[in-house]
T-cell receptor
């Protein structure tokens, strides 16, 4: 079974600065998808960014980018120019590229943004 | 377009009482998930539906939990009788079926408190 580990329970960043959230995963598969979800206090999970394992290029969405290291099974999220609205729980998730389509989540990292 | 709708958002009951949660997925989404999220942790899959068929319910405690998705649209998750340890947020998510990147869309969740 796949496991996803987020080793940082909490992170803090100054507004306008850059922060990196870590994620590692364990799998024996070669094809899969990785995701970062944001969960603000309202609780609704929102997709931030996705990465297909077969793509070597790191995904980027505006201020959000990932550092995908397939061999190391690492998938970190970088948030540039942090804003107060970025404060939330961030979950790393893995999905196998098979009929299961089940997301396995990490334990989450709480990001605090200081004004 | 409406997102995933869940109700109730909050429910407080005494132990041994029954409780039910309802989910209306995004229109056209064939796959529906129920996740359990304990405080400060990542979501864990309870059950997955493909249309009206439960195709992955291995994590559902079947002695007290039940779920149904009649007609392959709305879904209900029931707990009877509830225990103190069932206090958590119950998240519903849906996904468009077929080959795609696998993005799940989440509802706001139903927070259950068992006294």
């Amino acid at each position: 079974a796949q496991t996803v580990t987020q080793s940082q329970p909490e992170m803090s960043v100054q507004e306008a600065e850059t922060v990196t959230l870590s994620c590692t995963y364990d799998t024996s598969e070669s094809d899969y998808y990785l995701f970062w979800y944001k969960q603000p206090p309202s609780r609704q999970m929102i997709l931030v960014i996705r990465q297909e394992a077969y793509k070597q290029q790191n995904a980027t969405e505006n201020r959000f980018s990932v550092n995908f290291q397939k061999a190391a099974k690492s998938f970190s999220l970088k948030i540039s120019d942090s804003q107060l609205g970025d404060a939330a729980m961030y979950f790393c998730a893995y999905r196998s590229d098979n009929a299961g389509n089940m997301l396995t989540f990490g334990g989450g990292t709480r990001l605090m943004v200081k004004p | 377009e409406a997102g995933v709708v869940q109700s109730p958002r909050y429910k407080i009951i005494e132990k041994k009482q029954p409780v039910a949660f309802w989910c209306n997925p995004i229109s056209g989404h064939n796959t529906l998930y129920w996740y359990l999220q304990n405080l400060g942790q990542g979501p864990e899959l309870l059950i997955r539906y493909e249309n009206e068929e439960a195709v992955d319910d291995s994590q559902l405690p079947k002695d007290r939990f039940s779920a149904e998705r009649l007609k392959g649209v709305d879904s209900t998750l029931k707990i009877q009788p509830a225990e103190l340890g069932d206090s958590a947020v119950y998240l519903c998510a849906s996904r468009l079926g077929g080959a795609n990147t696998g993005e799940l869309f989440f509802g706001e969740g139903s927070r259950l408190t068992v006294l």
